[in-house]
């Protein structure tokens, strides 16, 4: 299942039934799991482990070292989880010591072709990456939420759970589970709830009124945010989306897009 081609350090960790294509380049502090398979000429480096049944396709870039002045080669990681798809030119990098060591990956996401996840992200499961969309160091990402193409993300921003960003998004400040966001920079603002991705993953029609309420309050009541939140812990039916949707505005750092 090991292309004849393929340059393996042999230090590297390789699981039963891993397949390994043509002029693959796997370094020495590389771990894979059963399962994956990894297409020609990608390249896997670093202190990068990656789990079960992924699928890696041609010209990705799996474990490089950040694009970050700061780091000077000390140990850090990339650790992705299971049934993940990494599409061609693809890349993810490893975490700094600035920041929190590490980059992790969950598990059945979509990184489509010419992706980028940078150093010190947190992507959660079943996030979906659109072409060339593009995370900058330190951001979260977090489960279900769907990156439209071209779009960027500033660092130490927050993508909430079931967000949808529209292509050629750019998202400088956090933006609140459950919603969909377009714009470009100081233009960017939320655009309603993500109705239909909700509706698809089998949200109750009860979640769905008080997520409606809730953001009605957020974006259209023209209240300070902490007015906003304290009006929508008295005035609605709690569930735990709304707790989710509240903590993590309470919880933002950068401000919240609106």
């Not at 975490?95 to 992790?104: L, M, Y």
Request: glycine share 12%; hydrophobic share 40%.
């Amino acid at each position: 299942m090991i292309h004849s081609t393929a340059i393996i350090h042999p230090g590297a960790k390789i699981a039963d039934g891993v397949e390994i294509g043509p002029y693959v380049v796997i370094g020495e502090n590389v771990s894979i799991g059963k399962g994956t398979k990894i297409g020609p000429h990608t390249v896997i480096d670093g202190w990068t482990e990656i789990g079960e049944d992924n699928n890696i396709f041609h010209m990705a870039s799996v474990g490089a070292v950040p694009q970050d002045l700061k780091y000077k080669g000390e140990k850090t990681w990339l650790k992705i989880g299971n049934g993940n798809t990494i599409r061609e030119f693809a890349s993810l990098h490893l975490g700094t010591v600035t920041g929190d060591g590490e980059t992790t990956v969950g598990g059945g996401n979509l990184f489509m072709a010419y992706s980028h996840v940078a150093h010190d992200c947190h992507i959660g499961n079943h996030v979906i990456m659109a072409n060339s969309a593009t995370l900058a160091g330190h951001v979260t990402v977090e489960d279900y939420a769907i990156m439209g193409g071209l779009s960027a993300v500033l660092q130490f921003t927050r993508i909430g759970a079931h967000v949808m960003v529209g292509g050629m998004t750019s998202i400088t400040l956090d933006v609140p589970p459950y919603t969909i966001v377009t714009g470009d920079r100081s233009e960017s603002r939320l655009r309603g709830l993500n109705l239909v991705g909700l509706k698809r993953r089998g949200f109750s029609e009860q979640t769905v009124s008080s997520l409606k309420k809730a953001y009605k309050i957020l974006s259209l009541s023209g209240m300070k945010l902490t007015e906003a939140v304290e009006k929508m812990k008295s005035d609605i039916p709690t569930c735990p989306e709304l707790e989710h949707f509240i903590s993590f505005i309470e919880s933002a750092k950068r401000g919240v897009t609106r």
